[in-house]
């Protein structure tokens, strides 16, 4: 009887264990728990080079603007017009800077600079706006320049004053490249602002980075992110991943 016992204990553990009804199931949770893991993890590395590439987007738009206006604000000040007064038989030189021909460069310049920082701290329609904003100070930029590469009104005005006599007109004008150089620097500038309204939605704001701990606290109990979650934050300029 005892050999029977035994016989039937290990009837008993063999069908415990090799039973395909029992292991079967336990196979097919934990091969789909993987694969909702797996895609968790796809759909944030997605989000996360997304994120990434909306940085470098808003990174290189920024540096448009700055060096844009940077490179007009540092040639307005030079002599774009030069010639000569002519006073009793001598003739005296003249000159005019960017800023004494057309004060509206540098204007426009300090605008598109304002407006590429301000890009940083706005987000969705107020970031449309200022893009906007941007663009026409760059084009702003580029007209006035390309104006004051031909203009002699400012250098006639210098003869007048050094000659002292009214209506006097410098003779031999010539004009330098600066003025072609500032409307390069226009140029920057459209293009920063065009991005900003095209793709300026999509990038993050500046207060991302300083989100408050209670609105992380909020989140964390409204449970885990499903795939719909991660591309919704990622539209509206969140960090899905964090």
Do not use: C
Not at 6 to 12: F, V
Not at 145 to 165: F, L, M, P
């Amino acid at each position: 009887m005892s050999d029977a016992r035994t016989e039937t204990g290990a009837a008993g553990v063999g069908t415990e264990t090799d039973d395909p009804a029992v292991v079967e199931p336990a196979t097919a949770t934990g091969a789909a728990s993987a694969s909702t893991g797996q895609a968790a993890e796809s759909v944030e590395d997605g989000a996360l080079r997304a994120r990434k590439a909306a940085r470098r987007e808003l990174t290189v738009t920024v540096l448009l603007a700055l060096v844009g206006a940077a490179l007009v604000l540092s040639v307005a000040g030079r002599t774009w017009a030069e010639g000569a007064a002519p006073v009793h038989g001598s003739r005296i030189a003249v000159h005019a800077s960017g800023n004494a021909i057309n004060k509206a460069t540098s204007a426009f310049a300090l605008l598109g600079l304002a407006g590429g920082l301000a890009v940083l701290a706005t987000r969705t329609i107020g970031r449309t706006v200022i893009g906007a904003l941007v663009t026409l100070a760059g084009m702003g930029v580029a007209v006035s320049a390309v104006q004051g590469a031909g203009d002699t009104s400012a250098v006639n005005s210098e003869a007048a004053r050094k000659a002292a006599v009214e209506g006097v007109r410098a003779v031999d004008v010539s004009h330098s490249i600066w003025p072609w150089l500032a409307a390069v620097g226009g140029v920057l500038i459209v293009l920063a602002g065009l991005l900003v309204v095209l793709r300026g939605r999509r990038w993050p704001g500046m207060s991302n980075r300083y989100e408050a701990p209670a609105g992380k606290t909020v989140a964390a109990k409204r449970g885990p992110a499903t795939n719909a979650d991660l591309w919704n934050a990622l539209d509206r300029g969140e960090d899905p991943t964090r």
